[in-house]
């Protein structure tokens, strides 16, 4: 069955230091995989996405995935963290080709000035 | 292009009541799919309607139902509410390709408190 693994609950990063994000996944084919992050109290705001192709993803807010099958991993990265970006991050993965998303535990991010 | 829309975005109820969201999604998106989050269950699915249709369904019990209307806006119904139903409820709403739902694009949700 398909599942989304974040293996990491909770980080703290100092602001203008790199970041990743672990995601591992489980799933029978090659997967569409998601990254989505939510402030506090919000909804859940696209960041990237993966359907296919160069397994180097670009998202918003200066965010990248690298999908490897090997590892069954998309982790999320950033070369240099804002205090803007703390906010929890989760990585999900479409359980069949209707709308339902598997979400996996959530990473919440702190940013120390 | 407005985005996902949800009311009323707080609710207070209290045990026994039953209570109504509502969600609207983006224009053109026909597909609206409903989640509950809390902290200890993290993001769970309750279901996905697609043409006024209900298409896939999460493993909630049967107090939970939605329904969808012509205009793709939907609504979801909690009856006899129980504490644990406090949660934040999210929709959202995506396009259709050939069966597949594509990505989804989330409201900001309503917060629940049941006492």
């Known amino acids: 069955a398909q599942s989304v693994t974040q293996p990491d609950i909770h980080i703290t990063v100092s602001e203008g230091a790199s970041l990743e994000l672990r995601c591992n996944y489980s799933y029978g084919a090659t997967p569409y995989l998601f990254w989505y992050v939510q402030s506090p109290g919000q909804g859940l705001q696209l960041l990237l996405k993966?359907?296919?192709?160069?397994?180097l993803v670009q998202g918003i807010k200066g965010f990248e995935a690298e999908f490897k099958r090997s590892q069954s991993s998309f982790n999320l990265r950033k070369p240099s963290v804002h205090w803007s970006d703390a906010a929890e991050y989760f990585c999900?993965?479409?359980?069949?080709?209707?709308?339902?998303?598997?979400f996996g535990q959530g990473t919440e991010l702190s940013v120390k000035p | 292009k407005a985005g996902v829309t949800q009311t009323p975005r707080y609710l207070i109820k209290t045990r026994g009541q039953q209570v109504t969201l509502s969600c609207s999604p983006i224009?053109?998106?026909?597909?609206v799919s409903w989640y509950q989050q809390t902290p200890g269950q993290g993001l769970q699915f309750l279901f996905e309607y697609f043409s006024e249709t209900q298409r896939n369904k999460g493993n909630f019990p049967g107090r939970f139902s939605g329904r969808q209307f012509s205009n793709s806006r939907s609504e979801m119904n909690v009856s006899t509410l129980e504490l644990g139903d406090s949660a934040l409820y999210l929709c959202a709403s995506s396009l259709v390709f050939q069966g597949r739902t594509d990505t989804q694009y989330f409201g900001p949700g309503t917060r629940l408190t049941v006492l």
């Open positions: 999900a993965v479409p359980y069949n080709q209707g709308g339902k998303l598997i």
């Open positions: 993966y359907f296919s192709g160069d397994t």
């Open positions: 224009s053109g998106h026909r597909s």
